[in-house]
């Protein structure tokens, strides 16, 4: 069974910048970011390849960057000029076998292992 464990979340100003990490206790391939914002539905914000091919929601795009550090097994999410709409929890989701791809990518079914979630405010 893989943990993930994200950090990083915070409360930040409009146009403030935040850095989110996932660290995974087993080696991982696919791995995205979700964020559901209060009443709504859990969406994809970002996801990462084994590959390191990504793929960004259209609202987060030029604003936010996904990366990771294989040999830590950790993700990142660089977020910058944040605004009200970014407000939520943030998960990390991964799975260990690559399959994700440009339609799959931000559909939670393919993701197997889901951290606890991390808060990030923007006010």
């Known amino acids: 069974h893989v943990q993930l464990v994200e950090s990083g979340g915070d409360s930040v100003e409009a146009g403030g910048s935040l850095t989110l990490s996932c660290v995974a206790s087993y080696t991982i391939t696919d791995m995205a970011w979700f964020r559901q914002a209060p009443g709504q539905e859990r969406e994809g914000v970002a996801a990462i390849t084994g590959a390191d091919v990504t793929y960004y929601a259209d609202g987060v795009r030029g604003r936010f960057t996904i990366s990771r550090d294989k040999a830590s097994r950790t993700g990142y999410l660089q977020m910058n000029n944040l605004n009200i709409d970014d407000t939520g929890v943030y998960y990390c989701?991964?799975?260990?076998?690559?399959?994700?791809?440009?339609?799959?990518?931000?559909?939670?079914?393919?993701?197997?292992?889901w951290g606890q979630g991390t808060q990030v405010t923007v006010s």
């Open positions: 989701a991964a799975r260990i076998v690559p399959a994700i791809n440009e339609i799959r990518w931000n559909r939670e079914t393919w993701y197997k292992y």
